[in-house]
């Protein structure tokens, strides 16, 4: 069991915007939040980390909030290319360090 | 090229043990926090270890502590981790990933990943 939950799916047509939750005890206490994206068998890559920053080169479809427990990565103007697996993270403390949620499959309609 | 890849993983039996590299290129390797992340079969992504910067500074996951231990070596710009006493909850693919620079916690590069079976 993953110490952030996030929903195991979540589905949208091209255009619409989606919001993917992820709540934690850890979300509440930091501000090191960060989302990651993962296509089938590519490595993971960063693009929302400290809650609300983007790395440069990712697109401005992708932001980020939080409030209390819960953090949330919202894509805008759904592609098809969006179509992939999507992680929160949250730093935990010194010694359990980092978390990860377990995971949100998108699938684009 | 900035890239991160990793190598050593494999098929090993229960109570074996395997060392994982992880090795850099394309950016200042000496000034990142390093980290290395697993993903089971069918699961998602969790944390293993992390190196800082100084060489000195680690923590595990309490699942491998006591029984992996990570390093690096800046000359050759590579991060290790040394697994022993494996047991099937370890297979994963084990993915290397940078830290990055300032004051957060978040991996802006990560490897390809390397697959650890370990199995009978």
């Known amino acids: 069991q993953s110490a952030l939950t996030q929903p195991a799916s979540v589905s949208g047509s091209p255009g619409q915007s989606l919001t993917i939750s992820c709540t934690g005890a850890?979300?509440?206490?930091?501000?090191?939040v960060s989302w990651y994206q993962r296509y089938s068998g590519k490595a993971p890559t960063l693009l929302i980390y400290?809650?609300?920053k983007r790395p440069s080169g990712v697109s401005n479809r992708f932001s980020g909030s939080k409030s209390g427990n819960t953090a949330s990565l919202t894509i805008s103007g759904l592609q098809a290319e969006d179509e992939a697996d999507y992680y929160c993270c949250s730093y935990a403390g010194r010694d359990t360090y980092v978390v990860f949620g377990g995971g949100t499959k998108l699938t684009v309609l | 090229e900035v890239q991160l890849v990793e190598s050593g993983g494999g098929l090993v039996q229960p109570g074996g043990s395997l060392r994982l590299s992880c090795a850099a290129s394309g950016f200042t390797f000496s000034s990142h926090n390093m980290y290395w992340v697993r993903q089971p079969p069918g699961k998602g992504l969790v944390w293993v270890s992390r190196l800082n910067s100084d060489g000195r500074t680690t923590t595990y996951a309490d699942s491998v502590r006591g029984r992996f231990t990570i390093s690096r070596d800046d000359s050759k710009n590579t991060l290790y981790l040394q697994m022993d006493s494996l047991s099937a909850e370890d297979t994963a693919v084990y993915f290397c990933g940078r830290g990055i620079v300032g004051d957060s916690v978040a991996f802006d590069l990560w490897g390809q990943g390397t697959v650890v079976t370990v199995s009978s």
């Open positions: 400290d809650v609300n």
């Open positions: 850890s979300v509440d206490s930091y501000y090191y």
